[in-house]
């Protein structure tokens, strides 16, 4: 399609998922395959919605690898970014909620291939013709993929893109709370757009009052748009010029996994061929009022990717 570039970055995966709920792992009769992690989501987003999309990312030359890889062309991604590892195997998560209401996880992560993705591998003429270019943390965890990371936002930024950062916090993937901090922290003023869900908010600033005054912290004078999710409560916006709520929609949540990487796949979809968006409050309260909607419809179905709308979809919640 004719449409401007988004390309998101990072790691692709699955969760395996207990086939019944409120078991530990250990528990589990058998599991559920759900494809997964914020990059590819977003990406997948972007194109369920009729955008145009790319991953750039790495996978296990097994047959995960390739059954992710799949997923992405099935919906219509471009695959041109993924690259495969010889050796290491695809990442994969196992996670419940337990009944005591605790979540559990374990991860194949020593390494996974998405950790070994090195600078010189990367699709330097796909990332050049990025007009967004979107990214979270988890890459930056461990060298290589570290150093791919920073040299993709690099020759990203420097071919003119808008750079997009949802940090997506997995702190158990961490070595530990104060290194995730750190990382994260450290590329926090190349953004231009930047996403955070109130847990994060209070994870980086260590202030548990959700207000304005707390979000501001975070903000850079070179930021354009800073948005905190705050689930059924909708998300908040930060620009120069101004500030303020969108609510959510009322909709019959049963998961709300992905529901952060459907609403910023729909706002980069809304701004990608028109930045001024970003200047414009009523303009840009009405595009967060679509990505509120695309977050809703997301926690109305099981998964993430399988529960990513359509155009149509979004639709009907807008105009119902
Ligand atoms: P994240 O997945 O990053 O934690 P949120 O859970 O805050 O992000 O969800 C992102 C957006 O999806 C919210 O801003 C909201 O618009 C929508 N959303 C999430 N949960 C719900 C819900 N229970 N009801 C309605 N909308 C929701």
């Given at each position: 399609n004719d449409k401007s570039l988004i390309v998101s970055f990072g790691e692709m995966l699955i969760d395996f998922v207990p086939t019944v709920s409120g078991v530990s792992l250990a528990e589990a009769p058998g599991f559920l395959k759900a494809p997964g992690g914020a990059p590819a989501n977003v990406a997948i987003a972007v194109a369920r919605l009729g955008g145009k999309a790319a991953f750039v990312g790495k996978l296990g030359d097994d047959e995960f690898g390739h059954m992710l890889a799949g997923i992405l062309k099935e919906n219509d991604?471009?695959?041109?970014g993924i690259n495969f590892d010889k050796g290491a195997r695809t990442a994969l998560a196992f996670v419940t909620l337990r009944a005591d209401g605790e979540r559990e996880f374990m991860f194949y992560r020593n390494p996974s291939a998405d950790m070994l993705l090195r600078p010189e591998e990367l699709n330097l003429e796909l990332i050049r013709s990025a007009k967004v270019f979107h990214y979270g943390s988890?890459?930056?965890?461990?060298e290589p993929c570290r150093s791919a990371h920073l040299e993709a936002m690099k020759v990203a930024k420097r071919a003119g893109a808008l750079l997009s950062y949802d940090?997506?916090?997995?702190?158990?993937?961490?070595?530990?709370a104060e290194e995730a901090r750190e990382q994260i922290l450290k590329?926090?003023?190349?953004?231009?757009v930047i996403k955070v869900s109130d847990v994060e908010l209070e994870f980086l600033t260590?202030?548990?009052?959700?207000?304005d005054e707390t979000a501001l912290t975070l903000w850079r004078p070179n930021f354009k748009l800073l948005l905190v999710t705050l689930g059924e409560n909708g998300c908040k916006y930060y620009t120069k010029a101004f500030h303020g709520t969108v609510d959510a929609f009322h909709v019959k949540t049963i998961d709300t996994t992905g529901a952060g990487d459907s609403f910023i796949g729909a706002l980069l979809c809304k701004i990608v061929?028109?930045?001024s968006v970003l200047e414009d409050e009523p303009k840009l309260r009405e595009i967060l009022r679509f990505a509120n909607a695309c977050g809703a419809i997301t926690t109305t179905k099981k998964g993430a990717i399988p529960a990513l709308p359509s155009p149509d979809e979004v639709h009907k919640l807008l105009n119902a």
């Open positions: 991604v471009i695959a041109s988890i890459s930056l965890i461990v940090p997506n916090l997995r702190l158990p993937l961490w070595p530990s590329i926090w003023d190349e953004a231009d260590g202030s548990d009052k959700i207000d061929d028109d930045q």
